[in-house]
């Protein structure tokens, strides 16, 4: 008992450890992903945009639904929403705890990605290359560029080799002006999170403490009692398959003898723990029997009484309890002893 | 006993240790930052001074609140502040040592970014190659305002086609990356001076109740972790008894409605304890159904 119970302190206060490990994995692995990507701007004027938002937006809110996957206890938050109510109430303030806490941890590497992203810059390069003010960085004066035109061209200034507007503007000013607004814009967003993080953590001891102690109390109840169930359902399986197994043996054993008509052979009292386990199967033939009729034809899964000691030696036949409709198996096991 | 003991003291010590781990890590994250960030001077008039001073101060900022998240003490400080006085009286002194304490080892990893900033030179040149006189280089000197202001503005950039290869360039950048080393230094020595003196003249000032004020804030700490482990093991208790009627119930429910007769035998009652009276798969598969659908009450 104490060694479960320190055990189990290890693995509750190492839960939050793990899942905050996983969250550090998840957001190292966002910015090596970032920098692992070959960004490759496609220098036209409708695509750029839609690469460059594309790139920002898209990879954040698969790392939101993967952060929400790999939480183990997202099942146990559905689990809960969707029971029924039965002789237990439903209280919503818990299911707000475990929802809120687990979308803290998935929003982490999101955020990340998105700090990167507009840290470096090229995506907001490629997105709005064609929104460079040309009129203050560069020479409006120059002729003979109509809107379109002007467009086409401004939509290279991320591909540097193909780039035929230096006239116009100078490639390194205009990408030098977005990424200033890029990174401006990164900065700003880390702030405003990281704000966001503070307000939240610090406002919630001033307002709702108690209601957040009751919170987090029975959110570990329920999870911890789902885990005792299935620990005391897994003990069940096994001293459910045991019995059944030493009974289809013995049943078996039984059976066989009765069908070449000597009695079943009893384990004399001396025997020892070997000729007990060996459970009345002592030759090669019945084992191979014992191992075809375990494929064939496994036992139902309902366990009997074992044969009670009575002096006249009838056996006592199986009461099918009321509710249980499982057929019974074609070779009962009966004796004579008369 | 003995274990608890133990586990006491690694609490107590590890509290602090922790915390000054943190306080480490962040700062070693924020030279991290600093280097892998690809500083690029817009070289445009006004947007000069507001790029080179937003990044010497905003990430510093966030590395603040950064520091205050992190810190487990300052969600503890929190709580003893807002709590409603009750039974147990609030002493200011113990919360002031934790906000003090809090705050230290929050400044740390800005201090660290901004220092290494200034030493760096790059934000000072960026934000301010706009301000210098240009009287003082040969480069500049005989220009008009307005372009003058362009030309400073290109400072920062090297590789620009206009400052390629102009030497004044240089020597306002050197002399602006002077002023910045200087002053890096010298905040860090000035830094670095009060902290020895308040170290060193702390226990001239107030020593019994700094000694009292750390006591309890300690002792806040512990009792609030303790707490937290003790509802732990209350929680696993109760949902072991709530299983185990669980299981109880549905052996009554199973015995009223059947006609087993009762096993004997030593071996039996243990194996029948493991199998609560469930022997077949229909009450499994009740058991099971129950389980989902109707939840015992939180009654035990």
């Not at chain 2, 002792?219 to 009627?245: G, M, P, V």
Request: hydrophobic content about 40%; charged content about 20%.
């Amino acid at each position: 008992m104490d060694k479960f119970r320190m055990i189990f302190q290890f693995l509750q206060s190492n839960q939050e450890s793990f899942m905050n490990g996983i969250c550090g994995i998840m957001a190292l692995a966002s910015a090596q992903m970032y920098s692992a990507f070959d960004f490759n701007c496609p220098c036209l004027p409708h695509y750029n945009l839609a690469y460059g938002l594309g790139i920002l937006l898209v990879p954040p809110f698969i790392l939101f639904l993967l952060g929400f996957v790999l939480n183990n206890n997202v099942s146990m938050l559905a689990e809960e929403w969707r029971r029924p109510q039965g002789h237990r109430g439903k209280d919503p303030a818990v299911l707000r705890y475990m929802f809120c806490s687990m979308a803290q941890r998935a929003m982490i590497a999101p955020v990340v990605w998105v700090s990167v992203t507009l840290l470096d810059g090229k995506c907001i390069t490629c997105a709005f290359c064609t929104s460079v003010p040309v009129e203050t960085l560069g020479n409006t004066s120059h002729p003979g560029f109509s809107q379109g035109e002007m467009k086409r061209v401004l939509a290279r200034i991320p591909c540097k080799e193909i780039y035929d507007g230096q006239e116009l503007i100078a490639n390194e000013v205009a990408v030098r002006y977005l990424r200033c607004i890029s990174q401006a814009l990164g900065w700003c967003f880390v702030l405003l999170m990281t704000t966001l993080a503070f307000l939240v953590r610090s406002l919630r001891p001033c307002f709702t403490q108690a209601v957040f102690l009751k919170s987090r109390y029975w959110s570990h109840y329920i999870d911890i009692e789902r885990k005792l169930f299935d620990e005391t359902c897994a003990e069940h399986a096994r001293s459910f398959a045991r019995v059944c197994i030493q009974q289809f043996f013995e049943g078996m054993s039984t059976d066989l003898a009765a069908a070449r008509c000597h009695p079943p052979r009893k384990t004399p009292a001396d025997a020892g723990e070997a000729a007990e386990k060996l459970l009345g199967i002592t030759d090669q033939s019945t084992m191979n029997s014992v191992l075809k009729s375990w494929h064939r034809c496994k036992p139902p899964l309902h366990l009997h009484q074992p044969a009670l000691p009575s002096s006249n030696g009838w056996a006592q036949q199986e009461h099918p309890p009321a509710h249980s409709p499982v057929p019974r198996r074609e070779m009962a096991a009966y004796y004579s002893r008369v | 006993m003995e274990r608890f003991r133990m586990i006491f003291q690694y609490f107590q010590s590890n509290t602090e240790s922790v915390m000054n781990g943190i306080c480490g890590l962040l700062a070693l994250a924020s030279v991290k930052i600093y280097t892998s960030f690809d500083f690029s001077c817009p070289c445009l008039p006004r947007y000069n001074m507001a790029y080179g001073l937003g990044v010497m101060f905003i990430p510093p900022v966030t590395l603040f609140f950064c520091g205050l998240i992190l810190n487990r003490q300052s969600l503890v400080m929190l709580e003893e502040w807002s709590r409603p006085q009750g039974s147990r009286k609030k002493d200011l002194a113990v919360i002031r040592y934790m906000c003090s304490s809090i705050m230290q080892r929050a400044m740390v990893a800005p201090i660290v970014w901004i220092i290494v900033t200034l030493l760096d030179g790059k934000c000072l040149i960026c934000a301010f190659s706009g301000s210098v006189d240009p009287e003082k280089f040969v480069g500049f000197a005989n220009t008009t305002p307005v372009q003058v202001q362009q030309l400073l503005a290109k400072v920062p950039c090297k590789d620009d086609e206009l400052m390629r290869n102009n030497t004044s360039r240089k020597a306002v950048s050197r002399y602006l990356r002077c002023w910045s080393q200087a002053l890096g230094w010298s905040i860090l020595l000035i830094l670095i001076v009060a902290a020895f003196l308040a170290r060193w003249l702390r226990p001239c000032f107030n020593q019994v109740t700094l000694l009292q004020a750390r006591h309890w804030s300690n002792y806040i700490d512990i009792e609030q972790k303790i707490f937290e482990e003790t509802c732990c093991e209350h929680s696993r208790q109760f949902a072991h008894k709530c299983i185990l009627h669980f299981f109880e119930s549905m052996r009554q429910e199973i015995k009223q409605h059947s006609f087993r007769l009762p096993r004997e035998g030593e071996g039996a009652e243990r194996e029948e304890d493991l199998l609560w009276g469930i022997t077949n798969q229909d009450e499994v598969n009740k058991l099971l159904k129950m389980w989902y659908y109707q939840k015992p009450p939180l009654n035990v």
